[in-house]
């Protein structure tokens, strides 16, 4: 497949509204559907909604509910949908489940959680650990969470492992240059990856934060060619080139001359910042 139709929900979901969040994903995923978009994303957390607070701990199992209805819904595309997810050990996730013909066939954990500000991540969840690669129907995508593609590290991974496109969920709230910001992050990642990337971001106002929306499309070579509405709802539909990242690899070979002796060199130098500088 050498392009690949996505369907970019950037939804306002309210935090513990589990219901409300979960019509406005089944209303996007009818749109998707008459679109016949092959890939739909919903922001980060969006079953629970995103903020601070125990209702985490109250919601959890409702969302799960909500998840199991959406997931029938789902039928000959592929939907990634951030959610809470709780292992056998009752200890709690912030993940993305992906989901083809009413199956669940896929799941990432947040590796990057966050903790400053509004955000308290780490209170609430385990971090995961995991940087695997999914193919849907012959192409390979990787699954990031927000902060997750701050770091050059996990893009790299899923790069290396072969991944075609990146799909990163959000949260992230308005503030002062931080479009800039997201701008600069995205291009970068790939840019250093050769890869092109969508970004589904949550939007709207709750408990005094504002989102900031602003979901994109960059290309393989790191130029953005679509977003979404500020602040506000937005269905971004975007047409991904899967071919543009093999020509940019014939001539830069950046990922095909990486050094298995300098990464190795990395580990040391961080095992040395994490021994004081020793």
């Given at each position: 497949?050498?392009?690949?139709?996505?369907?970019?929900?950037?939804?306002?979901?309210?935090?513990?509204?589990?219901?409300?969040?979960?019509?406005?994903?089944?209303?996007?995923?009818?749109?998707?559907?008459?679109?016949?978009?092959?890939?739909?994303?919903?922001?980060?957390?969006?079953?629970?909604?995103?903020?601070?607070?125990?209702?985490?701990?109250?919601?959890?199992?409702?969302?799960?509910?909500?998840?199991?209805?959406?997931?029938?819904?789902?039928?000959?595309?592929?939907?990634?949908?951030?959610?809470?997810?709780?292992?056998?050990?009752?200890?709690?996730?912030?993940?993305?489940?992906?989901?083809?013909?009413?199956?669940?066939?896929?799941?990432?954990?947040?590796?990057?959680?966050?903790?400053?500000r509004l955000f308290?991540?780490?209170r609430y969840f385990?971090?995961?650990?995991?940087?695997?690669?999914?193919?849907?129907?012959?192409?390979?995508?990787?699954?990031?969470?927000?902060?997750?593609?701050?770091?050059?590290?996990?893009?790299?991974?899923?790069?290396?492992?072969?991944?075609?496109?990146?799909?990163?969920?959000?949260?992230?709230?308005?503030?002062?240059?931080?479009?800039?910001?997201?701008?600069?992050?995205?291009?970068?990642?790939?840019?250093?990856?050769?890869?092109?990337?969508?970004?589904?971001?949550?939007?709207?106002?709750?408990?005094?934060?504002?989102?900031?929306?602003?979901?994109?499309?960059?290309?393989?070579?790191?130029?953005?060619?679509?977003?979404?509405?500020?602040?506000?709802?937005?269905?971004?539909?975007?047409?991904?080139?899967?071919?543009?990242?093999?020509?940019?690899?014939?001539?830069?070979?950046?990922?095909?001359?990486?050094?298995?002796?300098?990464?190795?060199?990395?580990?040391?130098?961080?095992?040395?910042?994490?021994?004081?500088?020793?």
């Amino acid at each position: 497949m050498k392009k690949v139709k996505v369907f970019l929900a950037q939804l306002s979901t309210q935090l513990g509204d589990v219901k409300g969040n979960e019509e406005k994903i089944l209303r996007a995923i009818e749109k998707a559907k008459k679109e016949k978009a092959y890939i739909f994303v919903t922001p980060e957390l969006s079953t629970l909604g995103y903020g601070s607070g125990d209702i985490y701990l109250d919601k959890v199992d409702e969302n799960l509910v909500s998840l199991d209805r959406i997931r029938k819904e789902v039928d000959d595309f592929y939907a990634i949908i951030g959610y809470v997810e709780k292992d056998s050990y009752g200890f709690f996730y912030n993940s993305a489940c992906l989901i083809h013909d009413k199956k669940i066939i896929g799941n990432y954990r947040k590796v990057q959680l966050v903790n400053y500000r509004l955000f308290d991540e780490k209170r609430y969840f385990k971090r995961g650990t995991k940087l695997d690669v999914f193919n849907i129907g012959g192409i390979k995508i990787g699954i990031l969470i927000c902060e997750d593609v701050w770091f050059p590290e996990p893009s790299r991974a899923m790069a290396l492992r072969g991944a075609d496109l990146l799909i990163v969920l959000g949260a992230s709230p308005y503030e002062r240059f931080k479009k800039e910001i997201w701008e600069d992050f995205l291009v970068q990642r790939a840019r250093d990856n050769i890869i092109p990337l969508v970004f589904c971001n949550q939007a709207g106002c709750q408990d005094g934060v504002t989102y900031l929306g602003y979901s994109m499309y960059v290309s393989a070579s790191g130029n953005i060619l679509k977003t979404g509405k500020l602040l506000e709802e937005d269905y971004v539909i975007v047409i991904v080139d899967l071919e543009e990242a093999k020509r940019l690899r014939r001539r830069d070979t950046r990922l095909r001359e990486l050094r298995k002796d300098i990464l190795e060199e990395l580990l040391k130098a961080y095992e040395e910042m994490e021994n004081g500088g020793s």
